[in-house]
């Protein structure tokens, strides 16, 4: 599929417009695993600050996932005395599965976490959060490692910590600076279609969205931050960075095969109404030109190797025929996934004689070359013949690159419209057969935070039982929720309509258990 001119299934960014609702703008949600300690001081900090700055109305989350210990008692009875409060508990471990759990089920269209020893600053909050808000943004994160970001903390912690964002921009190219630090936000639209490719339920949950996110194009904002290490921390370094090694390698492999369904979360080209409604522009040219022109180079120097080995046995054209076919063949298939985006099997042997047919154009070129060539000197040097064929394959590069894009690759234009009534619930993908969430319109207006305490609105909107079939790992994930949520202020997996309790874990749909996902060591 053609992801520079897929019109995706998230719609242009809008800015937020302001108004009176009850529905929370910022949903902050806190992981928490055994944090007795520190979990009550965090959201009393947390809720003062953003009752003192922030402007819109908000809620704070906790989410606690399998704590042994009393957290579970200390968030109940910080949602009891706190409006904005609300608690939620999981029966398994794992930051990446609470934030997917929660984040899944908020209705708040902006969505943050950050880690509960509150390390970042929490003035750099409404940077992270705004431009979101403001629909200049898609996802927004803290980072530690800009130039004007503030922090403390030990040599081993910055070595690691730098040392997994080289490795980040190594092997999987991301741009990003910092993937780990505990302070992120994004837009529940974006969520929406994000969360159903995200695989990790552990600490690797941020990198994999973060790298999901780049590759599709989302925007990422990053907002520097004033960072003051925790010397108390859980985290198990060693099992953590192994970890996330295991993620880099699962998620390159899945990028470099083209197996994850990227096109799903394209963004229309402008946000503006009036780029909107540009009509006959090329998409992705020049893109297009880069990837090209990387592919050409490396095919004439793979084309120059195998000519210059078969004219060891063989006369100049034919030679310059086995050469052009075997590179041709390579240059098609190269420039199929990588210039033009296209994935999959389908169409390959359509394209590769179509191929064929460009690559006779370039023998036509290049034979008539050398045979211009030995028209002109009986004995022409191997040099000059390759001089000659350097310049003739020039003039067939060109052409090749236009009939690649007119012909072979050539731009299908935007998909017909759905019936009216379709588009506004679900838009699918026929490639992965998948259904994905779809907003209907704009927000509503960002509810203003009330002057008076308030109680706290509750998880009352129902989720469907739509299912995501996640086709790069043969997982099918359903979204968290199928029952309506009551207006109490505080709630917990397994809680039943007439107040009984099941164990939490049926609440969720069946998932495959992976060998982290339980991990006695796994932190929080």
Partial sequence: MRTDSSPGTLPAREHLPAGDAGTPVLDVVIPVY???????????????????????AFRITIADNASTDTTPQVAARLAAEIAE??????????????LRTVWSASDAPILAYMDVDLSTDLNALLPLVAPLISGHSDLA?????ARSS?????????FISRAYNLILRGSLQARFSDAQCGFKAIRRDVAQALLPLVEDTGWFFDTEMLVLAERAGLRIHEVPVDWVDDPDSTVHIVRTATDDLKGVWRVGKALATGSLPLDRLTRPFGDDPRDREIKDVPKGLARQLVGFCVVGGLSTLFYLLLYSGFRQFAGSQTANALALLVSAVANTAANRRLTFGVRG????????????????????LTSGSL??????????AHSTELAVLIAANLAATVLRFLLFRAWVFPDRGEPAEEPA????????????GTVIPHQAGPYAPLPQRPAGRQPAPAY???????AYDNTAYGTAYDSPYDATYGTTTQFRAGEAADGTWTDATTRLRPQPVRPHDTDPGDAR
């Fill in 371 to 380: 045979a211009a060539l030995n028209a002109a000197t009986s004995d022409p």
């Fill in 421 to 432: 009534g379709t588009a506004a619930h679900h838009r699918s993908s026929p490639a992965h």
């Fill in 345 to 364: 099997r389908g169409g390959a042997v359509r394209h590769q004689a179509q191929g064929l047919v460009v690559f006779g154009i370039g023998l036509t």
């Fill in 34 to 56: 055994n944090e007795e300690k520190d979990l009550q001081p965090c959201v009393r900090r947390l809720h003062e600050h953003l009752t003192r700055t922030f402007p819109y």
């Fill in 85 to 98: 409060v609300t608690d939620f508990r999981l029966e398994q471990k794992g930051r990446g599965r609470a």
């Fill in 460 to 466: 009352d909107t129902a989720y469907d039982n739509t």
């Fill in 141 to 145: 994160i803290g980072s530690r490692l």
């Fill in 150 to 158: 503030r922090v403390v903390r030990g040599p081993k912690r910055e």
